[in-house]
């Protein structure tokens, strides 16, 4: 995980680490250098039209 998250600094380009299903897992990716996460930590997958709700009752980064 190291060396995805330091390659994509070098090459401008942004990661999302696929799997964060506990509060562990996503310290674990966030130690690592990477800042976006997504899993069922978040959410399950969703419908189209049950994403844009999702995303107006989501609490803000902070």
Not at 29 to 50: H, I, K, M, W
Request: charged share 20%; proline share 5%.
């Amino acid at each position: 995980m190291r060396a995805v998250v330091g390659l994509s600094d070098r090459l401008g380009m942004g990661i999302v680490a696929e799997g964060g299903e506990t509060a562990e897992q996503l310290d674990l990716v966030r130690r690592e250098g990477c800042t976006d996460v997504q899993g069922f930590l978040y959410s399950c997958p969703l419908s189209p039209a049950d994403i844009a709700a999702f995303i107006i009752t989501m609490p803000t980064a902070g």
